[in-house]
């Protein structure tokens, strides 16, 4: 969590997150709410394990969105940052 906080903050500028906040769980993710010492909110989710293979099922959602947004022009999260494999994330312990 510590590692995903500093990433977030960095995406969007930010020194670092003062607050993290457990929404409640859905069917295929853990989503949180990032608040950051300048007030910049973000949406940070990780899949849980019953969602499919992380790779294939993160890479589809952010295409997914991706192309809501920017081809449909249809109102979508904007996606700030992403990875599909634990392996090549920093390991905090």
Known sequence: MN???RIAAE???SKHCVNV???PDGMYNKAFL???ENGTQVVAKVPNPN???AHFTTASEVATMDFALN???TPSPKVLA???KASE???VG
């Open 11 to 13: 995406v969007v500028g």
């Open 21 to 23: 906040q457990k929404y």
């Open 89 to 91: 994330n920093p390991d």
């Open 71 to 73: 081809v449909c022009k």
């Open 3 to 5: 590692e995903l906080a």
């Open 51 to 53: 969602a499919g293979l």
């Open 82 to 84: 992403w990875s599909s």
């Open 34 to 36: 990032l608040t950051m």
